[in-house]
């Protein structure tokens, strides 16, 4: 079996100060502390379970995004001797905590409180202040939607849908603030369609069934992101179009003979471990071999900036010098 060494590793930058990110979650949490609230205070009122559904939701929500603020923060340290590739990945950890968290208080507790609320269905009451709190909610969970859209639009390739944005983004911050705002968005239609149809139909069960719909589209939310931060946090790569980038760059290298393997690993989102298996041509004596990989090191740096490290095969190496 070829061992693999380090021939040679691109100094890694100073990541720069991740301010989209940030301001994505200050955004969040703003709306959903304050919507969390007004949606309390008016359950409290109106005795509507979908309101306590919805309350429910924007308090774990606020949680949500300081944990993901905990995790930006963690994962800015500076690599150790324990950690010696930094400490991205911790954002990815937190990511998965909240999808755990949006799973377990937000669905959970939002289908228990459903089907409790249809065992014993509250008297209907004025439904004006749900509407009132709804709406202004729609604002807010609107206004941060739309900032984690805009951060995630400016990282968005030609042709590529808003969703497939969301599944090649290694930022767990943004994508984990869109998709939690966007069921927040529809979980205030839910909320808001359940609290009509039963005044309306004079049914009290219509907003307890709400409440049940709300928590399933949490659960759903959840499950989407443990899929997303899970496979980041277990090693994910680099999509297969910067693969063959990368691939297509290491080709125009006078010095090699052939490229047999490109393996990638994302350390955080703005970090990248590539282990290149290449055949540099025989009879090189050292010193151009060395030119050869600073050639291929500048060129990642210039066309790749996220790839910060770069290890090299030493089969490769040894071929060359015999």
Do not use: C
Request: aromatic fraction near 8%; avoid cysteine; proline fraction near 5%.
């Amino acid at each position: 079996m070829n061992q693999a060494a380090q021939v040679g590793e691109r100094g890694a930058a100073p990541e720069p100060p991740r301010q989209d990110s940030r301001k994505v979650i200050y955004a969040a949490i703003v709306a959903n502390l304050g919507i969390a609230i007004a949606k309390f205070i008016v359950a409290g009122i109106t005795g509507s379970a979908a309101m306590v559904a919805e309350g429910i939701h924007s308090a774990v929500d606020t949680g949500n995004e300081l944990l993901l603020l905990l995790g930006e923060r963690r994962s800015a340290r500076k690599p150790d001797r324990k950690h010696p590739f930094g400490y991205g990945k911790t954002l990815y950890f937190w990511a998965l905590i909240v999808a755990l968290s949006v799973f377990s208080l937000g669905g959970g507790l939002s289908i228990y409180h459903g089907v409790a609320a249809l065992q014993d269905p509250p008297p209907l009451e004025d439904p004006l202040w749900n509407y009132v709190v709804l709406g202004a909610a729609a604002l807010f969970e609107g206004y941060s939607w739309n900032v984690s859209r805009k951060a995630l639009n400016a990282k968005r390739g030609p042709g590529m849908t808003l969703w497939q944005t969301v599944r090649a983004s290694k930022d767990a911050s943004i994508f984990t603030v869109f998709i939690e705002d966007s069921a927040a968005l529809l979980g205030i239609a839910i909320a808001a369609a359940g609290i009509a149809v039963g005044h309306y139909l004079d049914n009290p069960y219509a907003d307890p069934a709400a409440s049940i719909l709300i928590g399933l589209l949490l659960v759903g939310a959840a499950v989407t992101l443990a899929r997303e931060t899970g496979g980041l946090l277990v090693g994910e790569g680099i999509d297969g179009a910067q693969l063959e980038s990368l691939r297509a760059l290491f080709l125009r290298e006078p010095a090699l003979e052939s490229v047999e393997s490109l393996r990638t690993m994302q350390l955080g989102p703005e970090e990248v471990l590539l282990a290149a298996s290449v055949k540099f041509r025989r009879g090189l004596q050292i010193g151009e071999v060395e030119q050869a990989i600073a050639r291929i090191e500048t060129a990642i740096g210039a066309a790749n900036p996220v790839v910060r490290h770069v290890y090299f095969e030493a089969s490769g190496l040894r071929s060359a010098l015999r």
